[in-house]
């Protein structure tokens, strides 16, 4: 019988940080305001949702799900740009066939209105055989990518979904965040519990308990 259980399973998240405002900024080059604040949907009067915002219009409080009108209120001398789902779902399906030379397991949405767009996972199981170490393999990653989508990912390297996130959440872009095999537990236990839910109520709950940090929850 074999003396070693399966390898553990490693995944590698790219995170590219308000990817819909990098692809709109990249994609109207020297048109894109710089003298105010930018936010990403439609027209304020419009029915819809804001799908992203640059830093100006966020440190007003606009966020990405609250209604354009809303956004308006906050922002009112903000220039509202109206969205190229398209073009954004071009540019990360352009990604996934450069991904896809490196590794069939892939994983993420192509729809911009997703929150989880500009996350993307690739299976990192064995690559080293193929690729070199996960310090290479990221290298390789990001100069595949480079012409293909706007600004360096910010690498995370960990034993589960979970974990990867947070890993890339906390990396610099184009430098790798990787978790030693079977350390997810050591990684997390530090970082802020708030980090386990985007819900007001979970956070205040797990605050309230004294619940501030990952390990002791």
Known sequence: PPLHGPRPMRLLHLYWPHLPIRLARHRLSASFPT???VVLGGQPWM???VIDADPAARALGVRRGIPLGSAHRLAPDAAFLDPEPDADMAAVEAAFE???RFSPG????TDPTDPAFGLIELQADGLDRLWGPDAVLVGRLVEALASILPGAPRPGIAGTRFAATVAAG???PGVARIVPAGGDAAFLAPLP???LSPDPDVRARLARFGLRRIGAV
């Open 35 to 37: 003298d105010r604040p």
């Open 47 to 49: 029915d819809g949702l």
């Open 98 to 100: 450069a991904l896809a």
């Open 106 to 109: 892939l994983a993420g949405t």
């Open 170 to 172: 906390h990396a610099e």
């Open 193 to 195: 519990s708030s980090l």
